[in-house]
């Protein structure tokens, strides 16, 4: 019955295809190989035309055409284009119409990115799961793919006459729960293909990236079926958020690095590889923001997934939702070193990183991203370990632009750069204001610059110690000055009883992670206050039991001295 549903919607349709006409030009067909191939490295436009209800509903103003230039010109061969289609509709069933004004958007925006040279992946966002999803209890699976049809026959017909630049991916992270959700996952791939070739135009040459269940690598191997019937050269696409605790900010992770670190990440890449040997594959979406994980562990991941993707074979196309990655309004990265790794990075590469704490059991993290500086200590000289990977340190430029000397200002002993008593004294004193002082940029005989931060750090103070749950409607936002790094690394939940306020299982996870509660979930900041979710009143007030929330900074030192307490009273 389900294939006589699309059968009859395709002879509905039949006087309508010769709307998508004849395209001027010619269309160049290419391989779903080479397809991939171009697009390494991408970038994602996030958090923009997929916002709801529209463009600009959320963190980012309406993309200009310069975003483009941007990211061309910093070593990126392709954009991502996430679209939600589900307030756009001005018709219903049976021909759920969507605003022209919004496809014209969508066509323009393409075009902003392809003139520039870069390729570009247009598809289906968060309609997945606003009313695509299959897995909700009495899903109208009539319904879902009526309208999926509808949209991908409407929007085949308006980007028919795309340059082979434009791939089309059929959905994005659909959900699936089991085998029958697979199933019907795998009948909408087959229901994309069928509207876009139906649509006319260039479409039945276009590159396509089909999908398995949530985009994830476990239940695509599992579920995942190719359509037939249709002569499109197809990728798989895949998103991969692995570890989640380290690259959510999740209950105190805040190392990364271990070889059990590292084999985890290779092993689902590998998998995937192995299952679909002969299949191009491009990584749609993959992230460690530096809003919220540690330099020098993000470094190390970004790097080791940069390798591993580039021993199997993948595109990449990094997650940025405009608070990440790129500053759409200064036009500037927030993470430089880790642009240059996942732009830059091949097989053969090998990047200088700064070493850090990759011990679970441990009860402090250490740091080569930072030279650390305690207000009221004598300034001595710093050692910090790196793993250099085969290369010589070449020279180090502070923020000025001005270049230190080696030898005087620092030098290198076997796996550490040592800066000099002498030259941090010219830059901070027992006295010195706190905060970041200079970035120190390390430029290695090959591969990647990271750049160092001099910080002058003292434990931050909150405007209050204190507050009645009773008395919080909504998040709370609690004043603070910063000590030095402007950002949380952690925060402790225990009530005055000693329970854990949330996951008690974490008493079996390492001293740095246990009682700690998750970033977006209990906690957040800003630029000037540290903040208590909702979420995080709430289970004070379920516990009934005045909790004290222990806020951890970077340095993140044993003994609780870089800490703050705020008590939550019931």
């Not at 570890?243 to 590292?262: E, L, M, N, R, V």
């Not at 940025?320 to 070193?337: E, I, M, Q, S, V």
Request: proline share 4%; hydrophobic share 40%; aromatic share 12%.
């Amino acid at each position: 019955m389900k294939g006589l549903r699309v059968a009859a919607l395709g002879a509905l349709l039949r006087s309508a295809w010769a709307q998508a006409g004849n395209c001027p030009g010619t269309f160049t067909s290419i391989s779903a190989a080479d397809f991939v191939s171009r697009v390494h490295p991408g970038w994602n436009l996030g958090n923009t035309l997929d916002a709801v209800p529209n463009e600009g509903s959320w963190n980012n103003a309406p993309v200009q055409a310069s975003t483009f230039d941007t990211v061309k010109s910093s070593g990126f061969k392709s954009v991502r284009l996430p679209v939600t289609w589900a307030d756009h509709f001005t018709g219903s069933s049976p021909d759920w119409t969507v605003d022209p004004a919004w496809l014209q958007r969508v066509s323009d925006v393409l075009d902003m990115i392809t003139s520039r040279g870069l390729y570009a992946i247009v598809n289906v966002h968060h309609d997945s799961w606003i009313w695509a999803d299959v897995t909700q209890s009495g899903a109208n699976l009539t319904m879902i793919e009526e309208k999926f049809y509808r949209l991908w026959y409407q929007i085949g017909t308006k980007l028919g006459c795309k340059s082979n630049m434009v791939a089309f991916e059929a959905i994005n992270e659909p959900p699936v729960n089991n085998a029958q959700d697979a199933a019907e996952l795998n009948k909408l791939n087959q229901i994309f293909l069928q509207a876009i070739n139906n649509a006319g135009g260039f479409n039945s040459k276009r590159v396509v990236n089909l999908v398995g269940g949530g985009e994830d690598s476990v239940k695509t191997s599992q579920w995942f079926k190719a359509p037939t019937g249709f002569s499109n050269p197809y990728a798989i696409q895949f998103h991969y958020y692995s570890p989640y605790d380290f690259i959510f900010g999740a209950w105190g992770k805040t190392i990364w690095g271990s070889d059990s670190d590292k084999a985890a990440l290779t092993n689902d890449f590998k998998l995937l590889r192995n299952n679909f040997t002969n299949v191009p594959i491009i990584l749609g979406e993959y992230d460690a923001s530096s809003t919220n994980t540690e330099p020098a562990a993000r470094w190390k991941y970004h790097d080791h997934l940069a390798h591993v993707a580039a021993q199997y074979n993948f595109a990449t196309i990094l997650w940025d939702n405009g608070l990440d990655h790129f500053d759409r309004t200064t036009g500037k990265w927030r993470d430089p070193t880790s642009l240059q790794i996942l732009t830059k990075t091949k097989s053969s590469t090998k990047n200088s990183l700064p070493d850090s704490t990759t011990d679970a059991s441990a009860t402090s993290q250490s740091s080569s991203a930072y030279i650390f500086h305690q207000v009221g200590s004598p300034v001595t000289s710093q050692s910090l370990p790196f793993i250099f990977n085969g290369n010589s340190l070449q020279s180090i430029k502070d923020s000025s632009g001005t270049t230190l000397k080696q030898g005087t200002d620092y030098s290198v002993s076997g796996s550490n750069i040592v800066f000099a008593a002498s030259y941090l004294s010219k830059r901070i004193s027992a006295s010195t204001k706190p905060g970041i002082i200079t970035n120190l940029t390390l430029t290695f005989s090959s591969g990647a610059s990271p750049v160092v931060q001099l910080v002058q750090w003292q434990t931050p103070t909150l405007g209050s110690g204190s507050a009645a749950a009773s008395s919080v409607s909504g998040d709370l936002s609690i004043p603070i000055t910063w000590g030095g790094v402007p950002k949380i690394a952690a925060v402790k939940a225990l009530t005055t009883s000693g329970k854990y306020l949330v996951d008690d299982w974490t008493q079996y996870l390492g001293p740095l992670q246990q009682a700690r509660t998750t970033y977006n979930s209990q906690w957040n900041f800003d630029a000037s206050n540290v903040i208590l979710t909702a979420a995080a009143i709430n289970a004070v007030k379920s516990a009934g039991q005045t909790t004290v929330f222990t806020f951890e900074f970077y340095p993140r030192v044993a003994g609780g001295a870089n800490t703050v307490n705020f008590t939550v009273t019931v």
